[in-house]
């Protein structure tokens, strides 16, 4: 299984950017994919969340009205589309993903219980 991260970049306050997590190594039918960020100096913390089974099963507070999740199965890449981006949002963004049954049906996984990781992609949004 792999996950390749892609899109990130330096960009202004306010403006967008997408990114995209190609994968490769499963089917693509039972998953629950998330994307993840890491600040520096900050835990690691769950961004969205979309399964297989149900789509959209999680957005954090921080981002909802700003960011969204979605998927392409016929190109197996599930994007974050990111909008009127904030300084805080400047991380490390992760894509991962759990190919247990129950998750994929839409239980939202804990960080621990990702069987894969990308390997990241960095978001600077400046001021």
């Known amino acids: 299984v792999q996950l390749v991260e892609s899109g990130g970049g330096l960009v202004q306050a306010g403006r967008s950017l997408r990114l995209s997590c190609a994968t490769s190594?499963?089917?693509?039918?039972?998953?629950?994919i998330g994307w993840i960020r890491q600040a520096p100096g900050k835990k690691r913390e769950a961004v969205a969340v979309i399964s297989s089974a149900d789509g959209v099963v999680y957005l954090a507070d921080s981002v909802k009205g700003r960011f969204t999740i979605s998927s392409d199965k016929a190109k197996k890449t599930v994007y974050l589309q990111m909008n009127s981006l904030k300084p805080e949002d400047t991380a490390v963004y992760y894509c991962?993903?759990?190919?247990?049954?129950?998750?994929?049906?839409?239980?939202?996984?804990?960080?621990?219980?990702?069987?894969?990781w990308g390997q990241g992609t960095q978001v600077t949004v400046s001021s």
């Open positions: 991962a993903v759990s190919l247990n049954r129950h998750q994929a049906m839409g239980i939202i996984p804990l960080l621990e219980e990702y069987d894969y």
């Open positions: 190594g499963f089917t693509f039918d039972d998953y629950a």
